[in-house]
């Protein structure tokens, strides 16, 4: 199993990101995606998450209205559209697959809001 994010950076409050996970060594199309975060100093964050044909999400109240997840199953990636970034966004984001019990995780990607 291999994760990969992508995407993240320096956005100044009020602006917009898309993170981009690119997933392999499963069978994607099977699977519900989640994306977590970690903030600087803080544990672990489940963020959102979709299930394995994209047709249900699920969003923490922190970014509900603000973030959308979505999935590509003919490129195995998933997605994760931010809009009105706020300096409490700042974190690593991290891909998450569980399989039969176990936990994969990618590397993740920095988003840093500030101005």
């Known amino acids: 199993v291999q994760l990969v994010e992508s995407g993240g950076g320096l956005v100044q409050p009020g602006g917009s990101l898309r993170l981009s996970c690119a997933a392999s060594?499963?069978?994607?199309?099977?699977?519900?995606m989640s994306w977590v975060r970690q903030a600087p100093g803080k544990g672990l964050e489940w963020v959102s998450d979709?299930?394995?044909?994209?047709?249900?999400?699920n969003y923490a109240d922190s970014v509900k209205g603000r973030f959308t997840i979505s999935r590509d199953n003919a490129k195995n990636m998933v997605y994760l559209q931010m809009n009105s970034l706020k300096p409490e966004d700042t974190a690593v984001y991290y891909c998450?697959?569980?399989?039969?019990?176990?936990?994969?995780w990618g590397k993740g990607t920095l988003v840093t809001v500030s101005s």
């Open positions: 979709i299930n394995s044909g994209g047709g249900s999400t």
């Open positions: 060594g499963f069978t994607f199309s099977s699977y519900y």
């Open positions: 998450n697959v569980d399989i039969v019990s176990m936990h994969y």
